[in-house]
């Protein structure tokens, strides 16, 4: 099937830092990503929807400024978290829809797991 | 308010066991309905359905979605302990972008 890739997988950083999360499609085009935020124990919130040479599209209560999402190619999509705050610690997961002909599949990276001390 | 409700939260049944998971959804503009295993952290994915009344089957596994009552099923029969994971139900909906929301999950453990 086909592949995602995150990087890193997990990220320790200072308050007040920025970490950049790639993700990319290795063996197909997406020119839509999705980032995703997950806390313990709970499902999947969608954050952004990111599209290819376009602006991202953000989902509500979600800060563009703090959450900044750049898709500059068909096969990777950034995700920088600007000045990052303990409350910024959670699991950031992407994904890539793939279209096949009549069908469509979303596959996931493998998440990053930010803390932020 | 769009929204994928999903039932039960959790659920412990014995190997061997059938089990039958719920979701339904209240959205605009439907599009399509993919189901997921999390176990660690990629959630993997399972089935995408998109036409009522179709099952969709793999091995022990199959789902079918209902677009005029809004909710999908997710068996598994002869569970086995493998099978202990998260399940996750998506909904694709058209919202100004194409985008897709989650459910709660439901915390399948099969018990050897």
């Known amino acids: 099937g086909a592949v995602v890739s995150q990087h890193p997988s997990w990220v320790i950083c200072k308050s007040g830092t920025s970490v950049k999360i790639e993700c990319r499609s290795l063996d197909f085009q997406a020119t839509t990503m999705f980032w995703y935020r997950q806390f313990p124990k709970q499902s999947l919130m969608l954050m952004a929807t990111s599209n290819e040479g376009s602006k991202a599209t953000y989902e509500q209560g979600v800060e563009k400024d703090k959450f900044l999402i750049n898709h500059a190619s068909l096969t990777l999509s950034t995700l920088t978290v600007t000045s990052a705050h303990p409350e910024d610690s959670s699991f950031y997961i992407c994904?890539?829809?793939?279209?096949?002909?009549?069908?469509?599949?979303?596959?996931f990276g493998s998440g990053t797991q930010l803390s932020v001390l | 308010e769009d929204k994928v409700v999903q039932s039960p939260l959790s659920l412990v049944v014995h190997e061997g066991d059938t089990v039958t998971l719920n979701c339904s959804y209240e959205?605009?503009?439907?599009?399509?309905l993919l189901w997921y295993k999390q176990e660690k952290k990629a959630p993997t994915f399972l089935f995408m359905l998109t036409s009522s009344g179709i099952e969709k089957k793999s091995g022990r596994l199959s789902s079918i979605l209902d677009k005029k009552e809004l909710f999908s099923i997710l068996n598994i029969t002869a569970t086995q302990t493998g099978d202990s994971a998260v399940y996750l139900c998506a909904v694709g909906f058209s919202s100004g972008t194409y985008k897709y929301i989650f459910g709660t999950g439901t915390r399948l453990k099969v018990l050897a």
């Open positions: 959205v605009t503009n439907f599009r399509s």
């Open positions: 994904s890539a829809r793939e279209w096949r002909q009549v069908s469509e599949k979303l596959f």
